[in-house]
């Protein structure tokens, strides 16, 4: 099985930056995707940005122009860089990744927190 590591969160003040990472070990072959979801405190799981086949990616609207995902593939590691943070953004983040013909995998989480 994979497993997912995540790293990165914090509090941070509003307006500013941070890099989440995840780290894939374990069973890694045939990774499709990966991605990230956050839930915040009374709400659901949210997708905030996820990228397919190495390269293409997709984010909600709600951080469009301010999070950027990016992958390495030698490291087995997805990236969310977090710019232009907003108290809303405040959440726990979880990493997630695809396989073929495997069911979806979670990380653990971290929890990013913007407030002044």
């Known amino acids: 099985q994979v497993e997912l590591v995540e790293s990165g969160g914090g509090l941070v003040q509003p307006g500013g930056s941070l890099r989440l990472s995840c780290l894939a070990s374990?069973?890694?072959?045939?990774?499709?995707?990966m991605g990230w979801f956050r839930q915040a405190p009374g709400n659901g799981r949210e997708l905030v940005a996820f990228i397919i086949l190495g390269s293409r990616t997709t984010y909600a609207d709600s951080v469009k122009g301010r999070f950027t995902i990016s992958r390495d593939s030698a490291k087995n590691t997805v990236y969310l860089q977090m710019n232009s943070l907003k108290p809303e953004d405040t959440a726990v983040y979880y990493c997630?990744?695809?396989?073929?013909?495997?069911?979806?995998?979670w990380g653990q989480g971290t929890q990013v927190t913007v407030s002044s």
């Open positions: 374990g069973s890694v072959g045939s990774i499709t995707a």
């Open positions: 997630y990744v695809d396989q073929l013909l495997r069911p979806r995998r």
